[in-house]
């Protein structure tokens, strides 16, 4: 199994930035093998995909909404993948999620990603 941790979530103004950060820990010679994403859940809305990044970090993917002002990254030696928000608004208030695949395709689907976090809230204020 692999376990993801997200943290680095906190209450931010419009405008300012957030550095989110997932650790994965257990059998974490998989993570050489997955796809990672983020996806997003904010209140009466149903998860949507925010990014995703390829094993070598080489492949990335957006969500229109957040294209330009999100970048994900990922470290393997350190089995960590990051997302840099800035520019943010007050509709990308929401808990944002970790999800790790086990396919190369750098994909934008939920049930594309088996394995995922228990999420850090992200709120930011007009």
């Known amino acids: 199994q692999v376990q993801l941790v997200e943290s680095g979530g906190g209450l931010v103004q419009s405008g300012g930035s957030l550095r989110l950060s997932c650790a994965a820990s257990?059998?974490?010679?998989?993570?050489?093998?997955?796809?990672m994403g983020w996806f997003r859940q904010a209140p009466g809305k149903e998860r949507e995909f925010v990014s995703a990044?390829?094993?070598?970090?080489?492949?990335?993917s957006y969500a229109d909404s957040v294209t330009g002002r999100f970048t994900i990254s990922r470290d393997n030696a350190k089995n960590t993948v990051v997302l840099q928000m800035n520019k943010l608004k007050p509709e990308d208030t929401a808990v944002y999620y970790c999800?790790?695949?086990?396919?190369?395709?750098?994909?934008?689907?939920?049930?594309?990603?088996?394995?995922w976090g228990q999420g850090t809230q992200v709120t930011v204020s007009s």
């Open positions: 257990g059998r974490t010679f998989s993570f050489m093998l997955v796809t």
């Open positions: 999800a790790g695949a086990r396919t190369e395709r750098v994909g934008d689907k939920i049930y594309e990603y088996p394995y």
């Open positions: 990044i390829g094993r070598t970090g080489g492949s990335t």
